[in-house]
T-cell receptor
Framework: DAKTTQPPSMDCAEGRAANLPCNHS???????VYWYRQIHSQGPQYIIH???NNETNEMASLIITEDRKSSTLILPHATLRDTAVYYC?????????FGAGTRLTVKP | SQTIHQWPATLVQPVGSPLSLECTVE??????LYWYRQAAGRGLQLLFY??????ISSEVPQNLSASRPQDRQFILSSKKLLLSDSGFYLC????????????FGEGSRLTVL
């Protein structure tokens, strides 16, 4: 069972920031937060991960609350190609378990 | 650079027939290997993962099995397919240093009739 809770769907206007929330209230100290996305009929694509500090890369930013019980993935300028299912995963060991994710629809 | 390939890409099989899906990784050694399944309109379900040759961890009891005969080869099998085995099967690998960054193959779409 996934250790995370995400809204099933969200909409975002093209060019605006997309903020995708994730709750992981039972996260333990050694567990990382990972984000992936899956575009229809393709394998998931890694986006970003973090432990305690906020992280940023060329794709997105990850904001983790101080108590680590929730996080937010930020796509700063969403495009139509960012329409996908976004998965938040809490992981300690080898098993990566994907939940239902959030279906993000970017609208023109 | 590392690559991952799985085949066949599409498969239509009758109920009760056997199954063999193959996945190979190139350009890395001792990867962690994974098999996932995604039923239509559903999320990804972890089926098996392997941290080394002959080491398989099964996540869900079912009529599927996995084997890792070589370091970079991962095979998903069934002796007798069920209708419920239909889905999109994805193989993935990660570096053996226990990173959670997974790289996925192109997927194999199985339809059991």
């Amino acid at each position: 069972d996934a250790k995370t809770t995400q809204p099933p769907s969200m909409d975002c206007a093209e060019g605006r920031a997309a903020n995708l929330p994730c709750n992981h209230s039972t996260i333990s100290g050694n567990e990382y937060v990972y984000w992936y996305r899956q575009i229809h009929s393709q394998g998931p694509q890694y986006i970003i991960h973090g432990l305690k500090n906020n992280e940023t890369n060329e794709m997105a930013s990850l904001i983790i609350t101080e108590d680590r019980k929730s996080s937010t993935l930020i796509l700063p300028h969403a495009t139509l190609r960012d329409t996908a299912v976004y998965y938040c995963i809490v992981r300690e060991a080898y098993d990566m378990r994907f939940g239902a994710g959030t279906r993000l629809t970017v609208k023109p | 650079s590392q690559t991952i390939h799985q085949w066949p890409a599409t498969l239509v099989q009758p109920v009760g027939s056997p199954l063999s899906l193959e996945c190979t990784v190139e350009g890395t050694s001792n990867p962690n290997l994974y098999w996932y399944r995604q039923a239509a309109g559903r999320g990804l379900q972890l089926l098996f993962y392997s941290v080394g040759i002959g080491q398989i961890s099964s996540e869900v009891p079912q009529n599927l099995s996995a084997s890792r005969p070589q370091d970079r080869q991962f095979i998903l099998s069934s002796k007798k397919l069920l209708l419920s085995d239909s889905g999109f099967y994805l193989c993935a690998w990660s570096a053996s240093r226990n990173t959670g960054e997974l790289f996925f193959g192109e997927g194999s779409r199985l339809t059991v009739l």
